[in-house]
């Protein structure tokens, strides 16, 4: 096929209607709205044929594919999706393509709370287990996900709200930890070949001091 035949196809190329599209800055506008509905099928497709093990997490993924243009200042390294999926084998159950924080936003929260909660809240009270990394993971998200059924475990970073303070600047030797308790939820110090803070609300509370 020749340049110019393939170049006047895809001008004609289009996944959603451009004359439904809400303008910019009205209410209801969907900055992916050329592609929402390959999203959505793909979305319902992977959800319909497949049955989620209870071990889950949620991570981002960056498309590698996608050039590096230095120019486009809002868009340099290409869109990034945000993926549910099945921890034993990979399975990717559900994504969501980040197009920015809403200006409807609102969520002390914050917006990474947000999209675990969409990603998820099919699936609550069904007793997954799901990790995350320190982006994600918060004793609000933590305490959320336990009292929709779902069970949670995943590194933090001090300074989230919530955390003990002591963790801040604590000091331990290797191979020992330090274990604060609040509910269901347990944030553990743990010192291997480098310290480690991480939330857990899927194991048995053990003994310890609040927070």
């Known amino acids: 096929m ?13 996944c959603n209607n451009n004359e439904n599209a809400v303008p910019r ?27 989620l093990g209870r071990d889950v997490t949620v991570d981002e993924r960056r498309n590698h594919l996608v050039q590096y ?32 924080k809403s200006q409807n936003q609102r969520n002390p929260q914050g917006v990474t709370f947000d999209i675990v909660v969409d990603l998820l809240q099919p699936h609550f009270n069904k007793y997954h287990h799901v990790t995350l990394d320190n982006f994600f993971c918060s004793p609000s ?4 996900l336990y009292q929709n059924g ?7 970073r001090v300074f989230r709200k919530g955390m003990p303070p002591s963790f801040r600047n604590i000091q331990i030797a290797k191979g020992e930890m330090t274990v604060r308790q609040q509910g269901p939820l347990m944030a553990v110090a743990y010192n291997d070949r480098r310290l480690v803070k991480f939330l857990s609300t899927f194991a048995t509370p053990v003994l310890a001091d609040f927070f």
């Open 25 to 51: 800055g009205q209410e209801g506008y969907d900055p992916i709205h050329k592609i929402r509905p390959v999203l959505n099928l793909l979305n319902e497709t992977f959800s319909h044929h497949y049955r």
């Open 141 to 144: 998200l933590c305490h959320h």
């Open 69 to 100: 243009m230095p120019a486009k200042k809002s868009h340099r390294w290409g869109p990034k999706f945000f993926l549910l999926a099945e921890s034993d084998t990979g399975y990717v159950h559900q994504l969501r393509l980040y197009a920015g």
């Open 2 to 14: 020749r340049r110019n035949r393939f170049q006047n196809i895809l001008q004609c190329l289009h």
């Open 150 to 156: 779902m069970y949670c475990t995943g590194t933090v």
